[in-house]
């Protein structure tokens, strides 16, 4: 049985679109859903292009109230029976109880090699620091924002006239490298452990 994999996305969903593809018949994993919390995301309309079910989870109805849109969130979860949460420009901080119930479940990607330039603005404070390398990293969810556990990295070498934005597409372009590959191992992984579990 391949696992339902759930992709939280609030705009282009390039990496969403990357890790939908990646997921092929051979795959451990299948792209059961994807939700996003802004009812204007352009991944949405991607989404269903590739055929994969979508939810949106509109946070203005929520007023903000966290609880409310977690609640609603994990009933949407568990409704397609999701077993992994791939974070793919998810802009929401989900709350500490949410993380733990899918404790090791959650992955989600970032724009610098962590535990580099946590947060926003990512790639300005690369080259307001005059680094000469920056990246992107797969990392686990815990409740430390972008503080979990490193999975994996891609770096890019940034270039004497390089500007954000050029350093920003350089970078997505590492994004939809890692991520997939990230996510099969990741998946491979909690197959065969489940499989070694389910035979004790
Ligand atoms: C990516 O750079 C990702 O690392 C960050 O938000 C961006 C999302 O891009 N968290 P997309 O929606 O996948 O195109």
Excluded at 15 to 37: R, T, W, Y
Excluded at 68 to 82: A, G, P, Q
């Amino acid at each position: 049985m391949k696992l339902a994999v759930a992709i939280l996305i609030s705009g282009s969903g390039s990496n969403m679109v990357h890790l939908v593809k990646s997921m092929d018949s051979e795959h451990p994993a299948f792209p059961s859903l994807v939700i996003s919390n802004k009812s204007n995301a352009k991944g949405l309309e991607k989404a269903r292009h590739l055929g994969v079910p979508t939810e949106v989870i509109n946070d203005k109805f929520y007023n903000n109230n966290k609880l409310d849109f977690e609640k609603k969130l994990m009933h949407t979860l568990k409704t397609y029976n999701i077993e992994l949460i791939c974070l793919a420009g998810f802009m929401k901080i989900l709350s500490k109880d949410f993380i733990n119930n899918f404790k090791n479940r959650i992955l989600n990607i970032h724009p610098s090699l962590l535990p580099k330039y946590k947060g926003l603005n990512t790639h300005a404070r690369a080259l307001e620091a005059n680094d000469t390398i920056a990246g992107c990293s797969v990392h686990l969810v815990t409740p430390e924002l972008d503080g979990g556990p490193v999975i994996d990295q891609i770096k890019v070498k940034i270039e004497k006239n390089e500007t954000e934005k050029s350093l920003a597409a350089k970078v997505l372009m590492a994004e939809h490298i890692l991520y997939p590959k990230v996510l099969f191992n990741f998946a491979n992984k909690i197959k065969k452990s489940t499989e070694i579990g389910n035979r004790k």
